[in-house]
T-cell receptor
Framework: DSGVTQTPKHLITATGQRVTLRCSPR?????VYWYQQSLDQGLQFLIH???????AKGNILERFSAQQFPDLHSELNLSSLELGDSALYFC?????????????FGPGTRLTVT | GQNIDQPTEMTATEGAIVQINCTYQ??????LFWYQQHAGEAPTFLSY????GLEEKGRFSSFLSRSKGYSYLLLKELQMKDSASYLC?????????????FGRGTSLIVHP
């Protein structure tokens, strides 16, 4: 158990819908990272938040957005869902934004778009 | 951009040694990581190299050559539970932060 929690574990929804994935980092960690993992793309970095502020963006679509709240939990919002958005979505946390190299991954949310 | 290459699949025998290679091309290099991921589970951190050389941690060792853009993960005394995907990831500095890029992973199958 990494100490990172993600809800829900599984999500099935239809194309065109909007969903919110939630992540709570390990106690004391200020950084949250979001990743998408699909069979054909591997693990793709989406976005990084540190202490409530966006720090870096990766291959995140405009239909996707994220935020980190004052209690440090984070939410990833996916809208206008397409079949290709079906994937495992992981969040990971680390203590700082730069000096900590080890990330602790949550168990993931499996999103299925039908 | 960044490019990371690692073999798609490897097989090895229980008790043996296996080396998983990773080559990368990146600007702003700030460290290379190895993660282990069992099917359907989260990746777990194995090792980190930022300077050239070998880092040893129990049955696992990781090597880095920055000039060659090359790393390997060495697994000794293989056990059946080592069957998993091994992800090579490179961290690069970008605008005051760091962007991690993962390779597609090497699926290791350990057989008796």
């Amino acid at each position: 158990d990494s100490g990172v929690t993600q809800t829900p574990k599984h999500l099935i929804t239809a194309t065109g819908q909007r969903v919110t994935l939630r992540c709570s980092p390990r106690s004391g960690d200020l950084s949250v990272y979001w990743y998408q993992q699909s069979l054909d793309q591997g693990l793709q970095f989406l976005i990084h938040y540190y202490n409530g502020e966006e720090r870096a963006k990766g291959n995140i679509l405009e239909r996707f957005s994220a935020q980190q709240f004052p209690d440090l939990h984070s939410e990833l919002n996916l809208s206008s869902l397409e079949l290709g958005d079906s994937a495992l979505y992981f969040c990971a946390s680390s203590p700082t934004a730069t000096s900590s190299y080890e990330q602790y991954f949550g168990p993931g949310t499996r999103l299925t778009v039908t | 951009g960044q490019n990371i290459d690692q073999p798609t699949e490897m097989t090895a025998t229980e008790g043996a040694i296996v080396q998983i290679n990773c080559t990368y091309q990146t600007s702003g290099f700030n460290g290379l990581f190895w993660y282990q991921q069992h099917a359907g589970e989260a990746p777990t951190f194995l090792s980190y190299n930022v300077l050239d050389g070998l880092e040893e941690k129990g049955r696992f060792s990781s090597f880095l050559s920055r000039s060659k853009g090359y790393s390997y993960l060495l697994l000794k005394e293989l056990q059946m539970k080592d069957s998993a995907s091994y992800l090579c990831a490179v961290r690069a500095a970008s605008g005051g932060s760091y962007i991690p890029t993962f390779g597609r992973g090497t699926s290791l199958i350990v057989h008796p």
